[in-house]
T-cell receptor, first 109, second 114 residues
């Protein structure tokens, strides 16, 4: 399975945008880029996914580099409830999600 | 609320015992996935079922088995339990078995083996 690399942690201020980076230099042409997050004591929660084009939904935006070797999850206005571990995952044809360590996002009031 | 339900929420049992974890997927979802989350290993994919058939296998031990029933609920059976099996077990479901579909996770079952 192709791997992703994320920073261990990031801090942001409430009400400000947050950009969470992810590198995936070995991505294959058919891998989807998924982002999930896990709040303390909860199951993972789907955030967004994309293949080649940038994607927007009510939770976030996903910006995918032209060569697809990196992507960025954008939270437009961070809230305290957004403090979580965010996982960037490549999902191939066998639909298996391989979770890494993720990035821990802290949000300062 | 993701729409995926798991029972029980907590389970405490002794080494050598056998337990069954149950998962009901979101209405209409055909795929069910099982994951294990422990402090040292993180979230690990165990197994996937699609419409009653095994679709993909991950790091699932031979002591563990799963099945998906005609009503699409799934059970994960863990036998000959060891201390190291203590973990959170999550079930997820998706509409399809395809990589283009998001997975919705249940709240998990916390298993403690003493």
């Amino acid at each position: 399975d192709a791997k992703t690399t994320q920073p261990n942690s990031m801090e942001s201020n409430e009400e400000e945008p947050v950009h969470l980076p992810c590198n995936h230099s070995t991505i294959s042409g058919t891998d989807y880029i998924h982002w999930y997050r896990q709040l303390p004591s909860q199951g993972p929660e789907y955030v967004i996914h994309g293949l080649t084009s940038n994607v927007n939904n009510r939770m976030a935006s996903l910006a995918i580099a032209e060569d697809r070797k990196s992507s960025t999850l954008i939270l437009h206005r961070a809230t305290l409830r957004d403090a979580a571990v965010y996982y960037c995952i490549l999902q191939g044809a066998n639909s298996k999600l391989t979770f890494g360590k993720g990035i821990t996002l802290s949000v300062r009031p | 609320d993701s729409g995926v339900t798991q029972t029980p929420k907590h389970l405490i049992t002794a080494t050598g015992q056998r337990v069954t974890l149950r998962c009901s997927p979101r209405s209409g979802d055909l795929s069910v996935y099982w994951y294990q989350q422990s402090l040292d290993q993180g979230l690990q994919f165990l197994i996937q079922y699609y419409n009653g058939e095994e679709r993909a296998k991950g790091n699932i031990l031979e002591r563990f088995s799963a099945q998906q029933f005609p009503d699409l609920h799934s059970e994960l059976n863990l036998s000959s339990l060891e201390l190291g099996d203590s973990a959170l077990y999550f079930c997820a479901s998706s509409a399809s078995g395809s990589d283009a579909y998001e997975q919705y996770f249940g709240p998990g079952t916390r298993l403690t083996v003493t």
